[in-house]
């Protein structure tokens, strides 16, 4: 298989779970800043932290709002829609390899956003990112159910749970960061806030049906962390990228990076540990998870030794 | 008027005019290899006629065959234009015929390989060197190469075209990287769809082949030896027009498609193909990419769809390329003129095919008759391709004539004019009825360690009436080609 086009398959994946992630994040943050009073003083400065743009946004943005940022703007090569337009240039130019209805779903996608992101920022409380991550798990079960589980299928998978696992620690970052600002303000509302980060991680529902008690900061982060069969907990996906590497030819030169995450993740000690060990801990995976992507561009994007 | 929709096709109306009809001899006889087809249709009413072409279009709309044609700056995809009628030719004639093409690539590839060697025919004067030397596509980074069985032209699409006495004539030879075969695979599978019992009822000769027998013929040019050569199809990619072709061959053949950006020459000066599995060695390029784009070390610079280093490597034999680079110089029509001489000098043969009579505008006793007698010529510039830059003379007013004499003047070498050859024609579905319309052919001839010719070939017809312009880029379609018999 053509280095090229893992490497576009790879990507696709990856843009995709980062579309669907910034509309879940977008979904339940406008709600979150509805809910929360004034004096909690939570603004879209803090999506933009989790999604890593809040650089950017300060360099570049000049009068355009946050959410706007985000969402659209030209001058922000991380915003939902450069994502898309990227998302579909790679899906456009494996079209003989990723399934045609995947193809169509992708562009249908694009085409939606583009009409639709304007709206968006208008009006908050639209319905426009539920639509979009509908659409975006159409194009996974798409590829799921109907792509053969094969090397390009491999990095269809080691794509997205790489992003998924980058985007759930992000979250965590940025909300131990937050509470550990000690505002009082933020710790009466200290359930509200977590309840918002399970569900901008669609694990409000399996939460409260495997960990039956009050919403608190260290359980969720437990459940978010290593619950076993959340598929979006980071457990999880380190489980899928170990699979998915397992089925691809040569992969021993991924297996050390691919260890330091695994082993990272279970050393830390949730009982004794800290908003800051936890802020500190989130940092060290995503240069892990970093690594483990340059194992994987060496390896198979970028090969450099005869077969 | 009302519409009759239970007419049947009525041969006796049907009027080629002086034109050769490949399937009607005289009106309402059809000729030996056509009669099954005609009786065929003779049986279907307009209407049914009509629901034939109808549900070929669909089936090509829906199988995606598309052609890309560039226009006012765009590329516009457009479904492939085909009609149902096939074009019919007789197996005795078609033998012969074959036969003429295969001696005909013979002597081109003798000739290629004389030109980067020896110059043998130059030296003894049966090939003026000034031709040589103003050819834009002699290349001289491949003087002394060998390519594998002294072989540079694996695949050429020699143009035939049958003038009104029913004479063959080949009209010009397309060295480069010839195209349209795909269409002539999918033409097949179409009319089997269209008209299944046909191929029950007669011997038509398959063209399935093909994909095959160009993957045994790059195999035999591999550099090494073994059961496995790694052969991809090197394609400029997407935006290419012939992509689909591109795409559709190496998925026919199961080799990889690959673009410049997947190659790597290494130290060894062996080709490499970047590949999750490592580096792979690549032994046989079937390249889709003009020969001056495929090494910016040694060719265009500024080109980003070759291979660094592709030349060095074809040179050291460690790759192999089809067609091999500098095969163009025979791929020009001033040096068309010279086949049959190339016949003779090489292979001691007289040829089985004619050249289309053919005036070098450069050849100072040539040229006066050239310029008087415009109205009754086709006037061609010697390099280009798809129909443009020419005159067609009959269908020419004065002003257009004194525009190209002018321009002829200015640079006579690179022109050459010819009869107009009044082309065959093949009955065409055009609303609901059948007409005439004219028709050339393509066959595709391989050479490698053995030569094959593919059973008739692509029949490209001119859609609009009295047009003798076949090529899709300019409103051309095509058919399918049945060798009957």
Request: net charge negative; proline share 6%.
């Amino acid at each position: 298989m053509l280095s090229r086009v893992a490497e576009r398959v790879y990507w696709m994946s990856r843009y995709l779970e980062r579309v669907e992630s910034a509309a879940r994040l977008v979904n339940v943050y406008g709600e979150l800043l509805l809910d929360l009073p004034d004096d909690a003083r939570l603004d879209w400065s803090v999506a933009l932290q989790i999604l890593g743009m809040e650089e950017a946004y300060r360099n570049d943005a000049g009068t355009e709002e946050e959410l706007s940022f985000l969402l659209l703007s030209p001058d922000n090569i991380a915003s939902v829609l450069n994502s898309l337009n990227f998302a579909r240039e790679n899906a456009r130019t494996t079209r003989d390899i990723v399934p045609s209805e995947a193809w169509r779903a992708v562009n249908e996608l694009h085409l939606y956003a583009r009409d639709k992101l304007p709206s968006m920022v208008r009006r908050p409380g639209s319905r426009v990112p539920l639509k979009i991550i509908g659409r975006c798990q159409e194009i996974t079960g798409i590829l799921e159910g109907t792509m053969s589980h094969g090397p390009a299928y491999q990095f269809v998978c080691l794509g997205r749970s790489l992003e998924r696992a980058d985007m759930t620690s992000r979250m965590i970052d940025v909300a131990a960061a937050i509470m550990l600002t000690g505002r009082e303000e933020l710790e009466l509302h200290s359930s509200t806030i977590w309840r918002a980060v399970l569900r901008s991680l669609s694990a409000y529902q399996m939460y409260r049906q495997y960990v039956r008690r009050r919403i608190l900061g260290e359980d969720v982060i437990r459940f978010l962390l290593m619950d076993e069969s959340f598929p979006r907990s980071i457990k999880c996906c380190i489980r899928s990228l170990e699979k998915s590497l397992q089925n691809l030819p040569r992969h021993e030169n991924t297996a050390a990076p691919m260890n330091d995450v695994s082993r990272h993740l279970d050393s830390i000690d949730l009982d004794t540990a800290t908003y800051e060990t936890l802020h500190q801990f989130a940092d060290e995976l995503q240069v892990e998870l970093a690594d483990l992507h340059a194992a994987i561009f060496e390896t198979w994007l970028n090969p450099m030794k005869v077969a | 008027m009302s519409k009759s929709k239970s007419i049947k096709i009525d041969w006796a109306g049907y009027d080629p005019g002086i034109a050769y009809d490949e399937m009607i001899d005289r009106p309402g006889i059809a000729r030996n290899a056509g009669r099954g087809l005609a009786e065929q249709l003779a049986s279907l009413s307009a209407r049914q006629l009509s629901q034939r072409q109808l549900s070929a279009e669909n089936a090509i709309l829906e199988t995606g065959i598309t052609f890309t044609v560039y226009s006012e700056g765009q590329n516009i995809d457009r479904a492939w234009p085909f009609d149902i009628v096939p074009r019919t030719l007789e197996r005795t004639e078609w033998e012969r015929t074959e036969a003429g093409l295969k001696q005909r690539l013979r002597a081109l590839n003798h000739f290629i390989h004389d030109m980067y060697h020896e110059q043998r025919m130059v030296k003894e004067g049966r090939f003026p060197r000034e031709i040589l030397e103003s050819s834009k596509n002699f290349l001289p980074a491949c003087v002394g190469a060998n390519p594998a069985h002294q072989v540079w032209a694996n695949i050429c699409g020699s143009d035939l075209v049958r003038d009104k006495d029913g004479t063959i004539y080949v009209l010009e030879d397309n060295l480069r990287v010839p195209s349209g075969v795909s269409y002539m695979l999918e033409n097949r599978s179409i009319t089997k769809q269209v008209f299944p019992e046909l191929f029950a009822r007669q011997k038509i000769q398959p063209v399935d082949d093909y994909p095959a027998e160009l993957f045994n013929m790059l195999v035999s040019l591999s550099p090494r030896p073994g059961d496995d050569p790694e052969v991809v199809v090197l394609t400029p990619g997407i935006y290419n027009s012939a992509y689909f072709e591109h795409s559709y061959l190496a998925r026919r053949m199961g080799a990889e498609l690959v673009e410049g950006s997947d190659l790597v020459v290494g130290d060894d000066d062996c080709v490499y193909m970047r590949a999750i599995e490592g580096l792979t060695r690549v032994d046989v390029i079937y390249s889709r990419i003009n020969a001056t784009f495929l090494d910016p070390e040694v060719f265009e610079k500024e080109s980003l769809l070759g291979v660094p280093g592709l030349i060095r490597s074809w040179r050291a034999g460690k790759v192999a390329i089809a067609n091999a680079p500098g095969t163009g110089v025979a791929d020009d029509k001033v040096v068309y003129i010279y086949v049959p001489d190339m016949i003779r000098f090489y292979l001691d043969e007289e040829p089985i095919l004619p050249n289309v009579p053919t005036y070098q505008c450069a050849d100072p006793e040539s040229l006066p008759f050239v310029l008087d007698n415009l109205p009754e010529l086709v006037v061609k510039p010697a390099n280009e391709s798809g129909g443009y830059g020419m005159l067609v003379g009959p269908q020419s007013n004065r002003d257009e004539q004194n525009e190209f004499r002018e321009i002829i003047r200015k640079n006579p070498r690179n022109y050459v004019a010819q009869p107009v050859i009044t082309l065959s024609t093949v009955p065409t579905v055009i609303d609901r009825k059948l007409e005439p319309r004219h028709v050339d052919l393509r066959p595709f001839v391989l050479q490698g360690e053995n030569l094959y010719v593919t059973p008739g070939g692509l029949t490209r017809v001119a859609l609009r009436r009295g047009s003798l312009v076949v090529n899709s880029s300019q409103g051309g379609g095509s058919k399918d080609t049945w060798v009957v018999g």
